[in-house]
Every structure is written in C-alpha cells, then in structure tokens.
DNA sequence: TTGCACACGGGAATTCTTCCCAAGATCCCG
DNA sequence: CGGGATCTTGGGAAGAATTCCCGTGTGCAA
C-alpha cells in the first residue's frame, strides 16, 4: 500500500504540531508539508500535489472554505478535509457545497482524523460522527439553513428581527398585526433550523445580511 | 535546574497534542498529565500538584475562567496559565482576575507558550505580545466596559448564550438549575439594556466576545 | 458582627411561541 | 379559463418562556 500523501493548513501553530503527530502515529500517512496562511495553503498544493489537503476553516485573509473552492476550480478532484472547531451545520453545510471531501470536528476522537483521511483519500466522503448525528436531529442538510428558502416576506421580517427590533416594532412598522409577525418569526426559526434567536443572529452574520459594524 | 512539571487542560485532542509536543521540546519542562474537562483538570491539579497549569478557556461544563477560581480556592498560589484562542480583552480582564498568572492566544509564536511557562513558573506573569499591544489600543475606546457590569456568573451564562445555547443546554452544562439560566438572562438582558436576544448578540459581536467566524 | 454582593432557585402572573387552521391574493401552467 | 401552488395575513388555544418577587446560603470586607 502506497503512503498517503498529506499537507496540512491550519493558522495555529500548536494546532499543527498535534495534526502532525496524530497523523504520523499511522505509518502509512506522510505529512508532506504545512502552512499556515490561506495563500501558504493554495501554493503548497499545487506545487506538492499532495493525496489529501486537510484545512482549517478560520484561517487568516481567507476562509478555507473559499480557498477549498479556489483549490478545486484550479485542481478538480483534489481531495479536501475540512477540520473545524465549528460544530455549526452552517459551515458543513457549506464545505460540502464548496466540494470538500469531509468535516472532522476538532472535538473528535483523534483516530476519528486518521480514519477520515483514509476514506477521503479512497474517495469516500466522511463526516465526523457527531456531526452525522446532528444532521439526523436536524432534518437533512435539504432544510439548508440557506436564506433562500425564505418568502420575500420572510426575508423582509427576518432582517429586521437579526437588527433586534421587537415583534411589535416590526408589526407596527409593517403595518401587519404582532400575531403575524409572531408566526412568521416561527416559520424562519423553522426554515433555518435554529432554535433560539442568537442563533438566527449567526446565520445572518454567516450570510453577510448584518456585520459587526453594521448599526442601522 | 530542576523540571518544572505541567498539566494540560483542552478539550481537543489535537491541541493537546500540540501543546504536548511544543513544550516537550524544552528538556527542563515535564508533561505530568492532560485533562479533557473542567472536572479532570480539577482533579488532576489537586493530585498531581504541578508547578504551571496550562488551561483553555472553552471547555466543556465550566469555563476554564471558573476552573481558575476554583482552583485558586482550594490551592491558592497554583499558577495558572491560560491558553486561549480569545484574542478579545475581555477574556485576558477576566482570566487575570480569576488569578491566572499568564494569558498567551492559540497564534502566538509556539515559543512564547514555552517562554510563558518559564515565566509563570517563576512566579511572573505573562501577557503574549499580541496582546500586550490590543491593551493599549483598547483602553483608549472603553469597549466593554458594559460587560463589566456583569458578573462572572452572568458573563459566562451570556457567553453561552450568544452562541446560541438553549437554556437546556446551558443549565445541563453548568449543572444548574433551568429556573437559575432563566433568571440570569433576564438580569443580563436587563444589564445590558437589550429587549430582545438579538440585541444581546449584537452588544456581544460589537464587543468581540464572537465573531462570524467564531463558534464553540 | 453586620452588610453587601453573588450564586442559586421556587411560585405565579404574564407574555411569547408554536401549531393548527383558514381566507384572500397572486401567479403560473396546461 | 380553472386548478394548483405559494404567499400574506391573522385568529385560537395549548404550551413554553420570561419576568418579577421572594427566599436561601456563602463568602468577603469593613
């Protein structure tokens, strides 16, 4: 059996240091290199052509998520595991679609990463258990937790809920009575799988619909 | 020269592992043990007596800023080293008041974990550079200083809650009772002057207590 | 010792959410 | 044009969450 080839990108140092040492416990996993910025990451694939690239997804300048996609669309077919701490459907869902090959959680059994490599350089796609299992409590990544699936009205209501106005201050606003308001509240709560309103706040952010900066 | 013998405190194996190996390489520093949770942390501290504890913030059930205080109470003097991806103020005033002896982030040079050890080891504190420098631009916008109204408790329970935790989940980790979140966050949200959740959220990414790119 | 702040939680009233239902509007498609 | 799908709008009622007020216990400091 030949070695798998592997690089690893990740912003912290200590991160890669135990991604190293991991990995190098199975003999048959060679760790060709590593970097540490969005930029080390896209050169050092081309130029090592590695089996498998495993990624962080907060990484300086760039999302690893947006460097799997630049990766893929320059090098289709390279196989990309996405090793996150964020236990959030939001980022599984989008490392999916950006093509990446798997999603480990960092809070994973550390064989788990050993095991994901294994099936991602065989072509299979894995993702880590719990993540599994909380898709399953959540409903298929269909649901999407994409604002898409939301009614112009929908949307309309939901922009202002994230800026944190009341429901009476929408329903006044929008001249449409507090119980429409309130159910259309329940509809985007459903339609975007969260369950408390910190969450929806996320996803907005996630989406760019609000920023941090952004006072309105 | 005698060894000074540390204990480390994550929840993630893979960091462990990288901490593990980084200190290692110092021959006067001496791994005792490593502990996962709040509660082997405890544990292990009181048992093994080391001479540094190095401990993330997040962990699972307690905050790793509770951990400290708890410690310190029984075992007053222990140094504490905390070992955060937080790069925000707010967690370096806490984690100093808690009575951690040095606050070094998870992008820090892997030799400034060495050098804070030694540091801390010897009775010092240690403060990383990067933010070192975020203290002197920080005290000119008194950002946070909202968050200073509340207290540990509360700050801990609104941590959680910005990230989206249900008050289930919150009284499960904290081994509290769901009566004791509810009334907490309606202190907080009082505190801070927000009527809604998303208001909480916004007060907290306008702080950087999170981030769109920050979860766990 | 007294006082104060904090962590913790029960009870009860109130408010919010959810779920189910339905009417009217609109729009597309065969 | 009629039928169907989707959207907007809201009521009713059960259930869940929040608030407000109360209390306990603990630790610390004057």
Redesign the pocket.
């Known amino acids: 059996m030949q070695d798998i080839t592997v690089i690893l990108i990740d912003d912290h140092a200590v991160v890669r240091e135990g991604y190293r040492r991991l990995l190098e416990r199975d003999s048959h996993i060679q760790v060709l290199a590593e970097g540490e910025t969005a930029g080390d990451g896209y050169r050092l694939v081309c130029d090592k052509q590695p089996d498998v690239v495993v990624m962080d997804i907060t990484l300086p300048g760039m999302s690893g998520i947006e460097v799997t996609r630049r990766i893929l669309s320059k090098i289709p077919g390279q196989k990309i595991l996405i090793f996150s701490m964020h236990e959030d459907m939001v980022f599984v869902n989008r490392a999916f679609q950006a093509g990446a090959k798997g999603y480990v959680t960092k809070s994973a059994a550390p064989e788990a990463l050993i095991e994901a490599v294994r099936q991602v350089s065989l072509g299979k796609l894995y993702l880590s258990h719990e993540m599994a299992q909380s898709i399953a409590s959540q409903t298929i990544s269909d649901s999407g937790k994409d604002l898409d699936?939301?009614?112009?009205?929908?949307?309309?209501?939901f922009h202002l809920l994230v800026q944190g106005k009341?429901?009476?201050e929408i329903?006044a606003a929008?001249?449409?009575?507090?119980?429409?308001?309130?159910?259309?509240?329940?509809?985007?709560?459903?339609k975007l799988g969260?369950?408390?309103?910190a969450q929806i706040v996320r996803i907005a952010i996630d989406h760019g619909v609000i920023s941090s900066v952004d006072k309105s």
């Not at 929008?174 to 459903?190: D, E, G, P």
């Open positions: 699936s939301l009614s112009g009205r929908e949307f309309e209501i009341t429901l009476n329903s929008l001249h449409i009575s507090y119980k429409t308001v309130a159910n259309y509240q329940s509809n985007i709560r459903q969260a369950t408390t309103a």
